[in-house]
C-alpha cells in the first residue's frame, strides 16, 4: 500500500513538472534576461555618469572662463579706467580751450555770413543791370541783420554795427600789410596781425579759423648729401616771391565745412589733422574753397616752398641737433617737443598746434601727418635752382611728393630734408597737407 501511494505521489510530481511552461523552468534563460537588462541599466547609468562628468567639466570650464574673464575684464577695466583719466584730462585741457574759442569762432563765423552777403550786394550794386535792385538788396541786407538807419552802399557802418570794433580792426590790419610790404590787406583775409614770428592772416570758412603765416623771400640749401639718394645733391634754392602758408595742417574741421564730409581714420575731432586724403581729393577740396572765398587761390605748397618754410633760416638735418646716422636714429628726447612720431604718438594724430612751433610761427612741419606738396617726384637736378616746380610730368607712374614724416613712422625719417613718395590717388592713414596762397599784388 505504501509503496503504491508514493508511486501515486512521483506520478503526480512528474505530472505538476510538465505543466510548468518551460521558459519559466530555464533559469539560465532568466538569469539571462535579468543580466541583461541589468546589463542595459548599468550602461544607461554609466552614459549618465559619463554624461554627468561631461557636464560637470564642462561647468568647471565655464568656470575657469568666467574667472579668467572676470580678470580679463578687471584688466582691461583698469586700463580704461587709466586711459580715461588720461583722457579727462587731456579733454578737460581741449574742452577749455574749446570753451575758450567759442566767442571768436562765432564772431569769426557771424563775419564770414556778413563778408559773404555784402559782397552779394557789391555785385548788384556794381551791375549796370541791377540800378533799380540796389535799393532793394540794400534793405534785405539791413534786414537779414535786423539793421536800421543806415546809409544805403555804407557797408562799413553796417559792418561796424553788426560787429562792433571791426572799422578799427580793418584799419589796423592795413596798417600790418603796409609793415609787411603789402599793397593791401588780402581779401580773403578776415583780418591780419603781427606777433614774434612774422605777419599773420585768418582765413575763416564755416566758422573754421586757418591762420595763414606771411612766408618771406629768401634762399636755402634745399637737400641732403648724407640723406637717401634722392636727397642729394644738396643745392642753393631761391624762393623770389613771398606766400602765405597755413600755420599748421588742415583740421578735420576745415576739411568737413568745405566739402560736408570727413574721411579721417580715427576717433572724429575738428582740431585734428585730415588724413586718408588723395593728392586728387585735395585738389577737390582746393576747388571748393576758392569757389567758395572771394579772392582766394589756395594751393598745396611746391615741395621748394615747404622745405624753405620748415627749415625757417636752419640748414641742419634735424628739427633738434642729432649726431646719429639717420638710419639708426629710432627715438630722440628733444624730437618730441616739436614733433609726433612713433615713439611719442601713440599710433594716432593729435591736435594741431600741440607742439613747438618753429621760428617763421609753423606747427606739426615735423611728424603728425604727411603733407602733400605739388610736385611730381624725381631726383634733384645739380646747381641753383630759382622757384623750382619740380618735373613737367612724372618720372615713375603719378608719384606725388609728401613730406615732414606723420605720428607712425620712426624718428630718422622726421627731418626737413626727407622726400616720401605716394601715387597722388592714395588714400593712406596719416597723409594730410597743408594750405598755400600766392602773395596777390
Not at 63 to 85: F, K, L, P, Y
Not at 188 to 205: I, R, Y
Not at 265 to 287: E, H, I, K, N
Not at 317 to 332: I, R, Y
Amino acid at each position: 500500500m505504501r509503496q503504491i501511494i508514493t508511486l501515486l505521489v512521483l506520478v503526480a510530481a512528474l505530472t505538476a513538472a510538465e505543466s510548468i511552461p518551460a521558459g519559466n523552468a530555464d533559469l539560465d534563460a532568466l538569469l539571462a534576461e535579468v543580466r541583461r537588462k541589468e546589463a542595459i541599466k548599468n550602461d544607461k547609468d554609466e552614459e549618465a555618469r559619463v554624461a554627468r562628468a561631461r557636464v560637470a567639466a564642462a561647468d568647471a570650464a565655464v568656470a575657469a572662463e568666467a574667472a579668467s574673464r572676470t580678470r580679463r575684464q578687471q584688466i582691461e577695466a583698469e586700463a580704461a579706467a587709466e586711459v580715461r583719466r588720461q583722457a579727462e584730462a587731456q579733454g578737460a585741457s581741449d574742452a577749455a580751450q574749446d570753451l575758450a574759442d567759442l566767442p571768436v569762432r562765432e564772431r569769426a563765423a557771424l563775419a564770414e555770413r556778413l563778408a559773404n552777403d555784402a559782397s552779394k550786394y557789391r555785385a548788384i550794386e556794381a551791375s549796370e543791370f541791377a540800378k533799380d535792385l540796389t535799393p532793394v538788396a540794400w534793405a534785405r541786407l539791413c534786414a537779414m541783420y535786423n539793421v536800421k538807419d543806415i546809409r544805403q552802399g555804407d557797408v562799413e557802418q553796417l559792418t561796424e554795427m553788426i560787429l562792433p570794433g571791426s572799422r578799427a580792426l580793418a584799419e589796423k590790419s592795413a596798417a600790418v600789410a603796409a609793415d609787411a610790404g603789402l599793397s593791401r590787406v588780402p581779401t580773403w583775409a578776415q583780418q591780419m596781425g603781427q606777433d614774434s614770428q612774422g605777419s599773420w592772416a585768418t582765413l575763416v570758412v564755416g566758422g573754421q579759423i586757418q591762420v595763414m603765416r606771411l612766408i618771406r623771400a629768401g634762399s636755402f640749401m634745399m637737400g641732403n648729401d648724407l640723406g637717401l639718394l634722392d636727397e642729394r645733391p644738396k643745392h642753393l634754392v631761391t624762393i623770389s616771391q613771398p606766400f602765405w602758408l597755413g600755420e599748421c595742417e588742415v583740421t578735420q574741421g576745415l576739411w568737413q565745412a568745405v566739402t560736408g564730409a570727413n574721411p579721417s581714420l580715427g576717433a572724429p575731432d575738428p582740431r585734428r589733422p585730415v588724413d586718408q586724403v588723395s593728392w586728387d581729393d585735395c585738389q577737390g577740396f582746393l576747388r571748393l574753397l576758392n569757389n567758395r572765398v572771394i579772392g582766394l587761390s589756395a594751393c598745396l605748397p611746391t615741395e621748394a616752398q615747404w622745405e624753405y618754410a620748415c627749415r625757417a633760416g636752419s640748414n641742419g638735418d634735424f628739427a633738434v641737433p642729432v649726431s646719429q646716422p639717420f638710419g639708426t636714429l629710432k627715438e630722440h628726447p628733444d624730437l618730441s617737443a616739436v614733433a609726433w612720431y612713433d615713439k611719442n604718438a601713440d599710433d594716432q594724430p593729435h591736435r594741431v598746434k600741440a607742439k613747438a612751433v618753429n621760428p617763421w610761427g609753423l606747427y606739426d612741419m615735423y611728424g603728425n601727418v604727411f603733407e602733400w606738396c605739388t610736385d611730381w617726384h624725381d631726383i634733384y637736378k645739380d646747381g641753383v635752382q630759382r622757384d623750382p616746380t619740380g618735373p613737367t610730368k612724372p618720372a615713375n607712374g603719378d608719384r606725388r611728393i609728401i613730406r615732414g614724416g606723420c605720428y607712425w613712422i620712426s624718428a630718422g625719417f622726421v627731418r626737413p630734408s626727407w622726400r616720401g613718395v605716394e601715387n597722388q590717388t592714395s588714400r593712406h592713414r596719416g597723409i594730410g597737407f597743408r594750405l598755400a596762397t600766392q602773395v596777390t599784388p
